[in-house]
């Protein structure tokens, strides 16, 4: 193969090959369905073979896309390290920290400037998703992650495990006397992977002893701390964690109508690539985090 790398073809054929999907490559590489297709396709002309069987409602590789699949997967992980060092030896101070949007906007912004007083020479760049972030292709120091913990490849500290209950704005506090009252209110929730989202209301009320209560469905927003906004601005009542939701608790905008707090299985965790954790900068917030987890 002659002439520059196709490396667009190349991104394409590996995020698809991935996840047997070209759209789910495209959702990844945030550009359309089309777009992987072609690259992927103009990549298959190039090298004068098929990489993918295309099936009515499937991908498969092709023995030739599964020998360049690894090979390919390795070369990018080797840029990346490469990258890394580069940055590195220059002595960048910047730390990139990937986290959902309901933590980073509860809990870890109006804590950052401590950390930046702290540490003035390190800069944090903070991104939010619902994505599981890969370390070894994406510009990450450091995530904060919600679920089982279970990641292999990486170094996982757990922060605190998640607990639910019910919060409503000043237009419900008083309606809302008994679990039962529920009933009278929109139940409004957030999209997976948000914390407190689709599926918890049920832990709830099994927990309140009223699972079957006929209870009028709100809406779903993509983000906890919506869904929590909704609730102050009378939508509705939101579940959610009245640790991360406190300083809305204490400033009267939010209330916690029931003492009962229930624990849905998942925690937060502070998640780095194995081998860095020891690394200036990230050791640095590693132990911030912890510091102002107490």
């Known amino acids: 193969m002659q002439g520059s790398l196709p490396l667009n073809g190349l991104k394409a054929f590996e995020a698809a090959a991935r996840h047997l999907s070209f759209t789910r490559a495209a959702d990844e590489l945030h550009v359309t369905q089309a777009a992987v297709s072609h690259q992927v396709k103009t990549l298959e002309q190039r090298l004068g073979v098929k990489l993918f069987r295309r099936l009515p409602k499937s991908l498969r590789l092709t023995d030739e896309g599964q020998a360049l699949l690894p090979e390919l997967r390795d070369a990018f992980e080797r840029i ?84 639910l209950t019910p919060l409503c704005g000043r237009a419900h506090k008083e309606r809302l006397r008994r679990p039962e009252d529920l009933r009278d209110v929109p139940l409004l929730d957030a999209s997976p992977p948000e914390p407190a ?28 701390k919506i869904a929590a906004q909704a609730a102050i601005d009378g939508m509705g009542v939101a579940i959610g964690s009245p640790y991360l939701f406190a ?42 985090v912890f510091s102002e987890l107490g």
């Open 197 to 224: 989202s689709v599926g918890d209301w049920p832990t709830w009320l099994r927990a309140a002893g009223i699972a079957q209560l006929p209870v009028t469905r709100g809406a779903t927003f993509d983000s906890t």
């Open 80 to 163: 990346a390290r490469a990258l890394n060092r580069v940055t590195s030896a220059q002595g960048a101070a910047a730390l990139s920290v990937s986290t959902l949007t309901t933590f980073a906007l509860t809990w870890l912004v109006s804590r950052l400037p401590r950390f930046q007083a702290r540490h003035p020479d390190i800069e944090v760049r903070l991104n939010t998703t619902g994505r599981l972030v890969d370390f070894a292709r994406e510009d990450v120091d450091v995530a904060v992650r919600y679920g089982d913990g279970n990641w292999s490849g990486l170094n996982v500290e757990k922060m605190f495990e998640d607990e």
């Open 247 to 288: 300083e809305d608790i204490a400033a009267g905008r939010l209330f916690q109508p029931f003492p009962l707090t229930v624990r849905n299985g998942k925690t937060y965790w502070l998640v780095c690539a194995e081998g860095t954790a020891t690394r200036p900068k990230i050791k640095a917030f590693r132990e911030w």
